[in-house]
């Protein structure tokens, strides 16, 4: 067909088109429609990158890609789909990194994060960061600091979930600042945050993602982002490490693990796939409107490595700070 395309038409759009037919074999892995799961419910966010992200792979591949939702036990059951399934490229995960490198801490699982999932392709990260009611006297974080100081032990942080860097930070911040804020967690960054602007706890540590929308509507207040750089999503908010606790810097990134019996030349190819579906307009607006911020591409020897050092320094923060299941 190729060939006959060559013969009809110029020389200069037949190069063109013999490329455009070429580009899909290039970042295909299969042949067959690939099952997506996602640990979490449909409607959520992970599940929203998710299903752009299977849009785009779909028609790169000319093959469905099917979403299939596993939410339960802190990723879990997604996970032992994952890794029951056969390492053919067939099944993958769209998850959240701390899925891998939070959550097995405190909650107890049947699988080793850092041997039966092999990471394939981190696409975007969300920062966490620290927000506070509007109606909060304190509007910066110094101020926060002594506001606090002269109410001791009557003010509260809030957590998406105990375990989590949004407990770490918070533990952190209240021993290298002094303070003494009681860790309040919830289910989820919705009912928490539903408390926060209520007025009936003071602040939360919140990924960019739930909080950003809220921050733009004025319904909440940020006081500083827990990275070593600032956000290009809020520009104006300080980062911890300026304000002098470098030790505050939590992000995850959002991705495509398979498993750990995936041959590295099959995740390598996958990660081609994914890598140009989120380098895609498209994809890459819409990421960045959920409140997530384009990374940089990693090899597979280096994203296997920045997961297991995110897993052992999160493994030391839960036991300086004796946090239980």
């Known amino acids: 067909m190729a060939q006959r395309l060559a013969h009809l038409i110029p020389r200069r759009t037949a190069v063109a088109v013999l490329l455009a037919l070429a580009m899909p074999a290039a970042f295909a892995w299969t042949n067959k429609p690939v099952r997506m799961l996602v640990p979490a419910p449909a409607g959520g966010t992970m599940d929203v990158v998710a299903r752009l992200l299977a849009e785009q792979l779909s028609a790169d591949l ?7 939702n596993k939410p339960g036990a802190g990723g879990g059951i997604a996970i032992h789909t994952l890794i029951a399934a056969p390492a053919d490229g067939q099944t993958i995960m769209v998850t959240a990194s701390n899925v891998l490198t939070e959550v097995p801490h405190v909650l107890k699982s049947a699988f080793d994060p850092l041997k039966d999932i092999r990471p394939v392709a981190a696409i975007a990260r969300s920062r966490l960061l620290m927000v506070g009611a509007p109606q909060l006297p304190a509007k910066d974080f110094k101020s926060l600091v002594s506001y606090a100081k002269a109410h001791p032990g009557k003010l509260g942080f809030a957590s998406y979930s105990a375990g989590t860097a949004s407990h770490y930070a918070g533990m952190i911040v209240n021993q290298k600042a002094g303070i003494d804020l009681q860790h309040v967690p919830f289910a989820g960054s919705g009912p928490a945050l539903t408390q926060v602007m209520g007025g009936q706890i003071a602040v939360m540590y919140d990924g960019m ?24 999503l809020l520009p104006e908010v300080p980062t911890f490490t300026e304000l002098g606790y470098p030790d505050v810097d939590f992000s995850n990134w959002i991705g495509v693990v398979a498993s750990g019996q995936m041959p590295e030349d099959l995740a390598r190819k996958i990660q081609a796939a994914v890598d140009k579906a989120a380098q895609t307009p498209k994809v890459r607006a819409r990421m960045e409107a959920l409140g997530y911020e384009p990374i ?7 994203l296997a490595q920045s997961v297991r050092a995110e897993f052992d320094r999160n493994a030391g923060i839960v036991k300086t700070f004796n946090i239980q299941p």
């Open 296 to 302: 940089a591409e990693l090899p597979l020897p280096q």
């Open 62 to 68: 000319g093959q469905p890609v099917v979403v299939d």
């Open 209 to 232: 993602v739930t909080s950003l929308p809220l921050i733009k509507a004025g319904k909440l207040q940020p006081y500083a982002l827990a990275a070593k750089t600032r956000s290009p």
